[in-house]
């Protein structure tokens, strides 16, 4: 192995020598806005050496391709634009470190290693590491106890989601005595192991346990404590980042290691994904915290993700993958107009606090009103435009009655979305709020508005990107 064969390996390998950098920066007395600076530059240079990594490495163990490449682009936006909305944040909290920002690089890695595993124990390797970087970065804020608890039940909510998806591992290599994706799917195959019980077991535990990492029904009790107790830079990054590399692990677990179980996997997303849009619309319908209704908002989309992958085609999958780059702007722009109140003061975390915004800041009311519309899919933003190449799928694989109640959801969630419209525009201001924003806070606002406003305008070229990456790996398989 020399240094040209890790090409595949680079984006990879600078965020780690990012990390490192960061944590001796912190040793020295430099300014914590440079230390911020050099984790943007970082990133950005690790998403150049991301154009055109592709390859196999260590024995097939670990894939770069286009379908891990798109999640890891997903990934890198994540990074960067959560480190813009920190800034600010953390000044206001006086806990700017630089091993914040070393905890989300080490989380970003963890997630680009679950993208491209093909093996069961490299996608435990990057689990574990995204997880313990977010467990430590929901208890960041070491002085308020609502960040010290919501760690605590992060952490053990996400340690026995773990412990699930160990056992669901386990039960895999026994049966197949292999830890790689796709022999694990060959052996199945040949050997006619799809009614064999201790498979289906296996199949029914690991996405039980991605079904914790991602937030749906039933196993999302621990994301509404934890998005409102966490610091709302780290909510913002852990409510995109662990979610999207939940499906691509989801997306590609279920095309490679269990294909021949699609009947059985296609029934039990179905339940997941009804009961997950129900659970997060209804209870966001009655929350006064923002934090809160978006984390049952995040709990709702997912349940329109896994819409994504239950015809099981690769048009289908494309849907989900696209809907979740889109998902990332709508999201992170909510929450960084969220930080644009934050001050030593105020929380802004209230819906009543948004309370005549249009009269006292018209420009940041603006910007949440896109983003709220967006969120709810309504046309012309990027939202609508991802519901609806997930619904035309369901509706061309037949999936009518999914569809209806798919579309009926996305009514019900309008309620709680425009809630915060009706606040900002007609109600009066209940005191005096003072924005605090910052260049990079302003910078992340624009790219989140511009990109919500461009694919909802021009989407062909962002949905035939996601076709053509997942179809590649989706046509290897046939």
């Excluded at 798109?70 to 000044?91: A, G, M, R, T, V």
């Excluded at 109640?405 to 809630?419: D, Q, T």
Aim: glycine letters at 6%.
């Amino acid at each position: 192995m020399d240094i040209y064969s890790l090409h595949p390996l680079m984006p990879e390998i600078v965020l780690a020598l990012l990390g490192l950098c960061i944590l001796m920066l912190e040793l020295t007395s430099m300014k914590k806005e440079y230390i911020a600076l050099t984790a943007m530059t970082g990133t950005l240079a690790a998403l150049y050496f991301l154009r055109g990594s592709s390859g196999v490495l260590f024995d097939g163990m670990y894939q770069a391709d286009g379908y891990s490449n798109y999640f890891k682009l997903i990934f890198f936006l994540n990074l960067f634009l959560s480190i813009l909305i920190s800034i600010k944040y953390l000044e206001v909290e006086k806990s700017s470190h630089g091993e914040f920002y070393a905890l989300m690089v080490f989380a970003t890695i963890g997630m680009m290693i679950m993208a491209s595993a093909e093996n069961m124990i490299v996608l435990y390797v990057g689990l574990e590491l995204m997880s313990l970087s977010t467990y430590v970065l929901a208890g960041f804020l070491r002085h308020d106890s609502r960040s010290t608890e919501s760690a605590v039940k992060y952490l053990l909510m996400g340690a026995f989601s773990t412990a699930i998806l160990l056992y669901g591992i386990a039960l895999s290599y026994g049966s197949t005595g292999t830890m790689d994706f796709q022999q694990i799917g060959l052996y199945i195959n040949s050997h006619n192991l799809s009614g064999n019980p201790v498979v289906l077991l296996s199949l029914v535990l690991i996405m039980v346990s991605f079904s914790f990492k991602v937030a749906a029904a039933p196993f999302h009790m621990w994301a509404p404590d934890v998005y409102e107790g966490a610091p709302t830079p780290v909510t913002a990054f852990m409510s995109i980042g662990p979610k999207a590399a939940g499906f691509a692990v989801l997306g590609k677990v279920l095309v490679m290691v269990f294909p021949s179980l699609r009947s059985d996997w296609t029934s039990i997303l179905i339940v997941i994904s009804v009961l997950t849009m129900l659970t997060g619309n209804v209870m966001a319908l009655v929350q006064t915290n923002i934090k809160r209704m978006l984390a049952y908002s995040s709990i709702a989309h997912a349940g329109y993700l896994l819409l994504g992958l239950i015809p099981g085609n690769y048009e289908s999958f494309a849907g989900m993958m696209n809907y979740l780059f889109i998902y990332l702007f709508m999201n992170v722009g909510a929450f960084a107009v969220i930080i644009s109140l934050r001050s030593a003061e105020f929380m802004g975390d209230e819906i009543r606090d948004y309370a005549g915004l249009a009269k006292t800041h018209p420009v940041m009311a603006s910007l949440m009103l896109v983003f709220m519309f967006a969120l709810a899919g309504i046309p012309p933003t990027a939202g609508f435009i991802g519901k609806f190449y997930i619904f035309s799928e369901l509706v061309k694989s037949n999936y009518i009655w999914l569809t209806i109640a798919g579309v009926m959801f996305s009514v019900v969630s309008a309620f709680y979305y425009l809630r915060v419209v009706m606040y900002m525009y007609m109600r009066p201001p209940e005191r005096e709020v003072v924005l605090e924003t910052t260049p990079p806070l302003n910078l992340a606002l624009f790219i989140a508005f511009t990109m919500i406003i461009l694919i909802g305008v021009l989407p062909q070229a962002f949905i035939s990107h996601a076709k053509n990456v997942f179809f590649t790996m989706y046509q290897s398989l046939l």
